[in-house]
């Protein structure tokens, strides 16, 4: 052993901020500037609100940055109640095996429902929680953003709790960590790194449906909450189409600068939890975050609050302990049968109140439609699904081979995946006006077009996870190909293809999801007085969305739902399997 | 008597709901006040499990665990674990780490500070307060998992095969401190060591009792009391000595030099060895699955017994089994594994804990590759798992089954096999010997299509 291995300074131990810098100028005003900002939006969000004077939205460009800072304040609350989901759901089924069970498949459901699905279902119940507020409007716009945003999140952290290494569990509880230390000091830590990739995705999902939720348009209301998503609903309508381009650069602006100050320097500050116990050469950088490192008014903050915070955990930690459990994280008798009986009846009476709404729902679509029109709504889905298909096998054909190209070369990946990430967030369906507009002026049909706006914002999946399966490719193995003289055809059909199986298969289960909830915004478009209506099920719910006949849309819910559960369980479940099985890497 | 195991078994139930899997049967052991005890045995032995039961980590299937005479609920906060492969928390520095063992004692920020700072300078890591684990070696991510341990107070203390993970040099310098720390003024409340190891000369440098238990299922075997005075010499005649004695321990266990299973003879009531019992004259053949125990098939791919068998060939004179290992470099469950299976097949004969190759040994090295493969097909055959493998293939349709359905039936005849890793050797064997063979996409296994070759390669293999 060398004489007092000095700890290497990795970007983890760079000099701490001690001197007050230019940067500590900057923390100061962002973070006024930012409080500031929460006080006069939070208090523009409980305005009077009359639904039969809603109000109204200004064109004029000056009032962008404004529509843009009432947009992000939407997104992150939204994503707060994404995390504090995320938490709860995510635990329980982490914990509980009988609970697993059910809550699983139930999560797998809820992903398949569109996010104007649950906009339509929630709307009129948000209005009345908050009668004659924007409150109201507010809620249900957030909670549409929400639902973007929560269901993969989720599944990331249940799958990063049960993947934590036995030993360090078996540690905690030997060394009698109760459960809110084990929770901060082992499972939240070690799902750290994928939470933050996951919320850097979820979040970005989020921008595509910030039109729908901010302008919304749903049974018979027309109400546009300040915006940009609803600036650029109105732009489209008015035909406007300088307000429409500066609205698309705001938000590109606006993505851009969130993910360069927030998400990069929280997955390059993540890195402190990586379990492997080496250090790797590709770690993810920030230059935002080696800045913020030398200020000195951070350090000093996160030292006392972390203190502070550290303080509270053990006084939680000791409250918890004399609470509930003794060591071994096993309740005591009595409190667990307690326990064990409010949960079956919370269950069962959960259960019972959904089957009696089930039952209502079914009658009253029974009454209201006719089996011709049931069978209509399922071919129309028929006809989606064919767009959908259409979509991936063109975005694989396309992408794959641009997607092996870059990620067979390192330096090229490291600047085309962040691109390609950024890409993905963008809320595309904000540049179909103009697509609309073309499709118009060359004639071309949308039932066929309305494939190109569905693989506009979604084929970016399909990109990066092939970039990153030929990156994932070993040296070894492509060493090998060369040396056996493989020529090109051999090359991908021995090498290339079964490596990147399981990537493109994780990338194109996520792209065809996206499409289904893009399919509502691309089958109708519309761009100033034309309106183009494709003969698919996306339309069909956008339509009765808007009109707002009830039994319609819960049955064309359901049936986009089955639509995606069915072949994902058929489908893609099976390639999961065999990805799984014949072409891991390991 | 600290911590106490009675006829304690542990069973998990198979993977895919296959057959219930026996670990652990019937165990009684117990950790005595003042003494340092070794838990010595192979891989898969259950060793762990009996630390994790002694922990509370896991509940017994049959019998009792005790701490003090009586049974308790959840852990056994009188214990401190130190780990095989550190279990330190990456994001918390080794100051943080310690500060874990600390978290059952409440004591105020000062005292705490004060445990830390002696239990870092008693296994000598002060300065290293701030580092992150990833900066720091095996050894001394090692140390800081002793650290922690020890902050704890225990009563006993429990390691899992601590330095197996380290160099050999770092891992004899902490063996050292570690008795150092038991024998001296050490740390207050520590009364007794319990150590897992596979290591045998570990073990009697360690401790005062070794217990050796068998694997498949994990029994108690032997209970060897070493009362060799402390500090330990290793280079020691009488060290030495007890080394052998151990190694002979085991190998009486594991190379027993009586086959449990005669190759070849129906057994009766009449006993091993003798002819069956004649009826009117003539041989009545008897079942043969009445009380007989079919012998489970050692992990060992072919080509590490066919390179046993080219050492053997190299070396002037008989080899020692624990010699061999070291000079393969294997663990030597491991190394027993394969010379267990060459004995098995006939390559090799064990007496006591030699190996000696065997006439039909040196046949097989000189055979060509083809010849080599219907020799091994000649001897697997002798075994009575191939013999019921490939008669229940030939009854079926096509000569196929069911993986699930070999795996099940495997589960039922050796209860105390993991199925899977069994199948998974005998598959190798049987595509060596080309005599079946395995579908993954299809998931079943099937007998292997004679060629031409084959009656070829009998005549050539006809010495």
């Not at chain 1, 502070?308 to 409190?335: E, F, H, K, W, Y």
């Not at chain 2, 993986?403 to 595509?431: C, N």
Request: include cysteine; charge should be neutral.
């Amino acid at each position: 052993m060398t004489a007092r291995a000095y700890p290497q300074t990795t970007g983890q131990q760079v000099e701490r901020g001690s001197r007050f810098g230019w940067i500590d100028a900057v923390v100061i005003l962002a973070i006024f500037v930012t409080l500031w900002l929460l006080v006069v939006l939070s208090g523009d969000m409980r305005v009077r609100f009359d639904e039969l004077h809603p109000p109204s939205l200004s064109l004029d460009v000056a009032f962008i940055p404004y529509y843009t800072a009432r947009t992000v304040l939407r997104m992150f609350i939204a994503f707060a109640a994404a995390l504090l989901f995320t938490f709860t759901y995510g635990y329980v089924a982490a914990k509980s095996v009988r609970a697993r069970k059910v809550m699983l498949p139930l999560l797998d459901i809820l992903q398949s429902v569109p996010v104007l699905g649950f906009l339509s279902i929630t709307v009129t119940g948000f209005l009345a929680l908050f009668p004659g507020s924007l409150l109201g409007v507010e809620c249900a716009s957030i909670f549409a953003i929400f639902t973007a945003q929560a269901w993969n999140m989720t599944f990331g952290f249940y799958h990063s709790l049960i993947t934590i290494p036995a030993e360090l569990q078996e540690a905690a509880t030997v060394y009698r960590m109760n459960r809110w230390q084990r929770f901060t000091k082992v499972e939240l830590p070690s799902s750290a790194i994928g939470l933050m990739w996951n919320s850097m995705m979820s979040f970005g999902g989020g921008w595509f449906f910030v039109a729908q939720s901010e302008a919304i348009s749903v049974l018979n209301k027309n109400i546009k909450l300040p915006g940009l998503g609803s600036y650029m609903a109105a732009a489209v309508e008015a035909g406007d189409t300088r307000a429409a381009v500066y609205a698309i650069i705001a938000m590109v602006v606006t993505i851009v600068v969130v993910d360069q100050l927030l998400w990069r320097p929280l997955v390059a500050w993540a890195e402190k939890f990586k379990l492997e116990q080496t250090e790797s050469k590709d770690n993810p950088t920030s230059w935002v975050l080696d800045l913020l490192r030398h200020s000195y008014v951070l350090t000093w903050l996160s030292n006392h609050v972390g203190h502070a915070l550290g303080n509270v955990s053990q006084r939680a930690a000791l409250l918890t302990s004399d609470l509930t459990q003794t060591i071994s994280g096993r309740a005591p008798a009595p409190v667990k049968t307690l326990l064990r009986l409010a949960m079956w009846g919370l269950t069962t009476i959960g259960v019972a109140w959904l089957v009696f709404d089930a039952f209502d729902i079914a009658t009253e679509i029974r009454t209201a439609m006719t089996g011709a029109e049931m069978l209509r709504v399922v071919w129309l889905g028929m006809l989606t699904l064919l767009r959908v298909l259409a979509m991936s096998v063109l975005a694989t054909l396309i992408w794959t081979p641009i997607g092996v190209w870059i990620g067979l070369r390192p330096r090229v990946a490291r600047i085309a995946q962040p691109l390609a990430q950024i890409a993905a967030s963008f809320p595309v369906n904000m540049t179909f006006p103009f697509i609309v507009a073309f499709f118009i002026a060359t004639n071309i049909p949308i039932n066929l077009g309305s494939v190109l706006l569905m693989a506009l914002g979604t084929q970016w999946y399909i990109l990066f996870n092939v970039i990153a399966g030929a990156m994932a490719i070993p040296t070894d193995l492509r060493e090998a190909a060369t040396m056996f003289g493989l020529n090109r055809w051999r090359l991908w059909k021995t090498l290339i293809i079964p490596a990147i199986f399981p990537f493109w298969v994780t990338g194109a289960v996520t792209a065809t999801g996206g499409a289904w909830n893009a399919s509502i915004v691309a089958e109708v478009a519309s761009w100033g007085n034309d309106k183009l209506v494709a003969d698919g099920l996306g339309a069909y719910i956008a339509q009765v969305t808007e009109k707002g006949d009830q039994p319609a849309i819960y049955f064309s819910i359901v049936v986009m739902a089955l639509f995606v559960v069915v072949i994902n369980r058929v489908f893609w479940r099976r390639l999961y399997d065999l990805a799984e099985r014949k072409f891991k890497l390991d | 008597m600290l911590i106490e195991l009675r006829h304690v078994s542990k069973s998990y139930s198979g993977a895919d709901g296959g057959a219930p899997v026996t670990v652990l049967d019937d165990i009684n052991l117990e950790v005595r006040d003042g003494e340092m005890l070794a838990l010595l045995g192979q891989s898969g032995s259950g060793k762990s499990t009996i630390l994790r039961l002694m922990a509370g980590l896991t509940e017994p299937t049959h019998g009792i665990v005790l701490s003090h005479g009586s049974p308790f609920n959840g852990v056994n906060h009188r214990l401190a674990i130190v780990f095989q492969s550190f279990a330190l928390y990456p994001w918390l520095t080794v100051q943080e780490n310690v500060q874990v063992g600390l978290i059952q004692r409440r004591l105020d920020a000062r005292q705490q500070q004060e445990e830390i700072d002696r239990a870092l300078e008693l296994i000598g890591l002060t300065g290293y307060e701030n580092a992150y684990p990833k900066q720091l070696s095996g050894g001394m991510r090692q140390r800081v998992g002793f650290a922690r341990a020890l902050v704890a107070q225990p009563e006993v203390l429990c390691m899992d095969e601590p330095f197996s993970a380290l160099d050999v040099l770092t891992a004899e310098n902490l063996r050292t401190q570690v008795v150092d720390l038991w024998r001296g003024s050490g740390h207050a409340g520590l009364k007794s060591i319990f150590l897992v190891t596979h290591n045998i000369a570990e073990a009697v440098f360690i401790a005062s009792r070794i217990v050796i238990i068998s694997s498949h299922p994990g029994r108690v075997r032997n209970v060897i009391v070493n009362s060799l005075p402390y500090p330990r010499d290793v280079n020691s005649r009488q060290f030495a000595a007890l080394v052998d004695q151990v190694h002979a321990a085991i190998t009486a266990l594991v190379l027993p030099d009586e086959p449990a299973e005669p190759i070849g003879v129906r057994p009766t009531g009449a006993g091993v060895g003798q002819p069956p019992a004649t009826v009117d004259g003539a041989t009545e053949p008897v079942p043969s699955t009445l009380g007989s125990r079919i012998e489970t098939i050692p992990n060992a791919p072919v080509e590490t017994i066919i390179g046993l068998l080219e050492i053997l060939e190299d070396s002037q004179e008989t080899i020692n089994v624990f010699d061999l290992s070291a000079r393969i470099g294997r663990e030597f469950g491991e190394t027993i594994a394969i010379v267990k299976a060459a004995e098995m097949l006939g390559l090799v004969d064990t007496p006591k804990d030699d190996v000696v190759m065997t006439q039909a040994g040196w046949y097989f090295l000189a055979a060509p590759a083809t010849v080599r493969k219907t020799l091994f097909r000649q001897s697997i055959m002798k075994l009575r798992l191939f013999q019921m493998l490939t008669a229940r293939l030939q009854g079926a349709p096509d000569g196929r089954i069911d993986t699930d359905i070999v795996l099940e039936e495997l589960g039922t005849l050796l209860p105390y096999d993991q199925p899977a890793k069994l199948f998974h050797t005998l598959i190798a064997w049987g595509r060596y010997a080309e005599l079946v063979d395995f579908d993954q996409n299809a998931n079943v296994v099937y007998l292997h299509q004679a060629g031409e070759n084959d009656d070829a390669d009998a005549a050539e293999a006809s010495p």
